[in-house]
């Protein structure tokens, strides 16, 4: 089964406003964990990664926190923009969860 | 763009036949792996191939079947096709088996 989920199907956006998506892992030996976005029509592309070593890391727009003790992580996108519009899924490794679609509204 | 490339784009097989999908991986990347990704899903990870050996294979039967070129590019092969074998297939590589992927834009099998 998957070893990676994410809490919520679907999240809305205000454009400005930033996202938060949440993702839960089961697997507590996991060590490292990458976000996606995937346009459609197209293959998921990288966005960010964190090692377990790690508990944050930041990018242009984008910050991934790690929380090993409740084995979760989370993708916070600044300012949103209508180009976030996508779906967004998190992966342990090369276990993918179901994915977030994220609507950013005008 | 990921510079990988992945064929066919689309294609339509009639259940019970065989199907080849292929794939070229960024310059230089010497592993690939293949996903499937049903409409609405996740990718799900088929196996992977590292230096033209399979390193690693996901809950997947053996009709499904790859092979990695000493170019490193690859194919996946799909026998006895189902019609729940319908989804968007997708190719990643990179370098060493590291962990930073690359995926293609996928090929679109529809079994009918």
Sequence with gaps: GESVGLHLPTLSVQEGDNSIINCAYSNSASDYFIWYKQESGKGPQFIIDIRSNMDKRQGQRVTVLLNKTVKHLSLQIAATQ??????????????????????VRA | ETGVTQSPTHLIKTRGQQVTLRCSSQSGHNTVSWYQQALGQGPQFIFQYYREEENGRGNFPPRF???????????????ALELDDSALYLCASSLDNGNTIYFGEGSWLTVV
């Design chain 1, 82 to 103: 209508p180009g976030d519009s996508a779906v967004y899924f998190c992966a342990e490794e090369l276990s993918f969860g179901a994915g977030t679609t994220v609507t």
């Design chain 2, 65 to 79: 079947s790859g092979l990695q070129f000493p170019n490193y590019s690859s194919e996946l092969n799909v026998n």
